[in-house]
T-cell receptor, first 114, second 115 residues
């Protein structure tokens, strides 16, 4: 079974600054994918970024980047140049590529201040 | 419309009643999932399906039943609703060769209240 840990229940960040959301995971699988999702107050789940366990480069997607440290089992999300619209709950998730069952962390609430 | 649709969006039911939450996807994705979201727990997997007629338990399956007779539909049934099943339920779908680009696609959720 996989375990995803997000230790920051809530964070405040100033507009235009960068913020790093921590995520660690525990798995015995060798091949897996790591995901970050955004859940705004409206409730929908928005896919942000994906990192494969065998990808050598860190994933980037616009203002989102994933700092992947495989040996430390860490997959932190960096949001650069924060915007007010980034205020939301952010979930780290992981699935092994042998069954695709996606497991989630408890989430981190980000509040962007003007 | 293309996508993944959940119905109803909101449901209030009484303890002991059977209730079915519907999920329909138009992409013919192989994988479908049901999650529940509760404060402090993130999303927890209830059941998943790798293809039509193939289902398996997730982390919190007790009190729930699923079926998948057609690829596009994956209903979730609460056999005898309890107050502890008050939650927001999300359906999701994915296809293995699309995961890296699109991730898992989620429905809009069903907010279920058991009174």
């Amino acid at each position: 079974a996989q375990k995803i840990t997000q230790t920051q229940p809530g964070m405040f960040v100033q507009e235009k600054e960068a913020v790093t959301l921590d995520c660690t995971y525990d798995t015995s699988d060798q091949s897996y994918g790591l995901f970050w999702y955004k859940q705004p107050s409206s409730g929908e789940m928005i896919f942000l970024i994906y990192q494969g366990s065998y990808d050598e480069q860190n994933a980037t997607e616009g203002r989102y980047s994933l700092n992947f440290q495989k040996a430390r089992k860490s997959a932190n999300l960096v949001i650069s140049a924060s915007q007010l619209g980034d205020s939301a709950m952010y979930f780290c998730a992981m699935s092994p590529t042998n069954d695709y069952k996606l497991s989630f962390g408890a989430g981190t609430t980000v509040t962007v201040r003007a | 419309d293309a996508g993944i649709t959940q119905s109803p969006r909101y449901k209030i039911t009484e303890t002991g009643r059977q209730v079915t939450l519907m999920c329909h996807q138009t992409w013919s994705h192989s994988y479908m999932f049901w999650y529940r979201q509760d404060l402090g727990h993130g999303l927890r997997l209830i059941y998943y399906s790798a293809a039509a007629d193939i289902t398996d338990k997730g982390e919190v399956p007790d009190g729930y039943v699923v079926s998948r007779s057609k690829t596009e539909n994956f209903p979730l049934t609460l056999e005898s609703a309890t107050r502890s099943q008050t939650s927001v339920y999300f359906c999701a779908s994915s296809e293995s060769n699309l995961i890296a680009v699109y991730g898992y696609t989620f429905g809009s959720g069903t907010r279920l209240t058991v009174v």
